[in-house]
């Protein structure tokens, strides 16, 4: 049968269950566009492409489906790099679709081509350039496939303007095999054997659990484990809500502005179990000192994430979640029982250090932008789905928000990229429409692209922007008070817009706090109101986010209150 | 611990930018490139890239498993050590003024090379063998003057017999 190259892509979108994509028009994608708008795919035009790119992943990390954002050559291509930069550190499965110069002008220098593959190589898990419409249905299949299985991430295919227009016979393509690409999954039994062993022998267990568990849908099987064995968790930035916020083994965060009591875990613990981690540099800070007294076991599907950073002592390659089931197997076939009174020290040491040092803020006349994200958490019941900015914003709401479930915390990790958090919002509440999503972000963050309010009015998207106002860039603000004699370096951002009329100028709502017995009402009102709303909290503008570990310090040294 | 020699070989998907995910896998990452082949092999889907790259165990380790992890790529294996034959071939293009000419064909035969093309004034003498072979050779042709030089870099293959 006769197709077009832009229908055979649409069908293929409709075998791969793709119901959004999110996208801008452009010349080299016109006739995509021309056949998109003849499917049931809801298009959700976004107002620059890097807002398509972050809305698709927000909408990857809350459903765990593959997220597809649809631009054009040249500069709509150009200005996907930092979201595909984006998911690709923080593992999201994303399909980014861009159009192309015909392919005889590639070369050409012609208008609005760019070389959107070389561009995107070190930041894509794979891409390709189609160069014949008969390639298009494979390609695209394994782009995909690629995209959502092993360690999942961004996947870029550019599809120039002729490849979509020309007609060619077109036959369906069963199951997508690649020689040369295997994920293993199944973890190799004798390794994890030799696991069950140092749990048998450990006195001070921590487990240590990052994105990868989240990915897997392994938060089930982490949980089950942790409880068996009775180790206290602490995940990473990127695994939080793999483990139950509200659980008494939560030990909080770990890292730079992980709480006391998981910090001092990991520095004091003999077996380390890390899973679906790739021990950061803000997870371990000075390397030499990371659990200098632990047995490390590493469990991850990336074999490149193992002994990258540091030495292990076993290493276990697989799925987080088939690995930890295999692990409970071999648990529950041993027989073994946690002998109660030989974790028992531990325990109480560890109740110790969270009694002695809890996270801690002094709420004064000033609003404390600590107190905004509890009152965030008490009134959604910890509910909602949280995006977040990057800086102080994201670490309070990393600390004060707790997170039960995973997919509900969606934030740019590893990458750390300012303007995440308002596309992102807009994706998860495409893939949540009745579920509370609420961006909390920092005054600077929000402006990186606040143009996204109006895609959020115009597809009647109701997502939340709580903004954390103290009129500063305010992380880089806080390391310049704490190890730049207190010289605010362009951090100071006195003009900021009226938020509240700017939220009124997109057709949004715009509420405002100015003091603390007013938080509560206005996240009352913001929370309830069926529209998109802005929510300007002026907060204290000097607060920093403790506690801290400086740069380079062993995360057992850390700032505290 | 010790930085040393590795040699790498891979087979890859002999497609338009394979070469270029690998090489920008070493720049990007930070790791070093003493040489690098590609041809393909009797299979046209696929080539052969052998590079050589130099760094400790740990580094090595996280080189292949890097490697492995480009879609593209099918194959790696470390061939360093002896249970591998390893070739590299020069051209080397050496100033042969008449009182040297018997010399220079002296070192020619005793290190097995070929004069390929005589002109007045040079020899552009054709050498094959291992790096230590090379090196030696360039030393003795060295004071002669070596105009110009093409190495291949080095490629590899497993000893069956091992």
Known sequence: MKRTGAQILMEILKEEGVDTVFGFPGGAVIDIYDELVKTDIRHILVRHEQGAVHAADGYARSSGKVGVCLVTSGPGATNTVTGIATAYMDSIPLVVLTGQVPTQLIGNDAFQEVDIVGITRPCTKHNYLITQTEDLARTVKEAFHIARSGRPGPVLVDIPKDVSVMEVDYEPIPRIRMKSYRPTYKPNLKQLQKVVDLIREARRPVIFAGGGVITAKGAEPLTALARKISAPVTTTLMGLGAFPGTDPLWLGMIGMHGTYRANMSVNGCDLLIAVGVRFDDRVTGKIDTFAREAKIVHIDIDPTSIRKNIPVTIPVVGDCRVTLQELLKLLEKDGLEVPSDSIRPWLDQVEHWKNTKPLAYRQEDVIKPQYVVEKLYELTGGEAIITTEVGQNQMWTAQYYHFDRPGRFVTSGGLGTMGFGLPAAIGAQMAFPDTVVVDVAGDGSIQMNIQEMATAVECCLPVKVAILNNRYLGMVRQWQELFYDRCYACTGMEHAPDFVKLAEAYGAVGLRATRPDEVEAVLREGLSTPRPVIMDFQVEREECVYPMVPAGASIAEMLLV | ?162
């Open chain 2, 1 to 162: 611990m010790n930085s040393e020699k590795h040699i790498l070989t891979m087979l890859v998907d002999n497609e338009p930018g394979v070469l270029s995910r690998v090489v920008g896998l070493f720049s990007g990452r930070g790791y070093n490139i003493e040489s690098l082949c590609v041809a393909e092999t009797t299979d046209p889907e696929v080539s052969r890239i052998t590079m050589v790259t130099k760094g400790n165990a740990p580094l090595i380790e996280q080189i292949e498993k890097q490697l492995r992890k480009l879609v593209n790529v099918i194959k790696v294996r470390d061939l360093s050590g002896d249970k591998s034959v390893k070739r590299e071939m020069a051209l080397v293009c050496v100033r042969a003024k008449p009182e040297n000419r018997a010399e220079i064909l002296r070192i020619v035969d005793i290190f097995r090379c070929k004069v390929v093309d005589v002109g007045p004034e040079y020899y552009i003498v054709e050498v094959t063998g291992d790096e230590g072979k090379l090196s030696a050779l360039l030393k003795l042709l060295k004071p002669m003057g070596i105009k110009k030089i093409a190495r291949t870099g080095t490629i590899a293959l497993f000893r069956e017999s091992a």
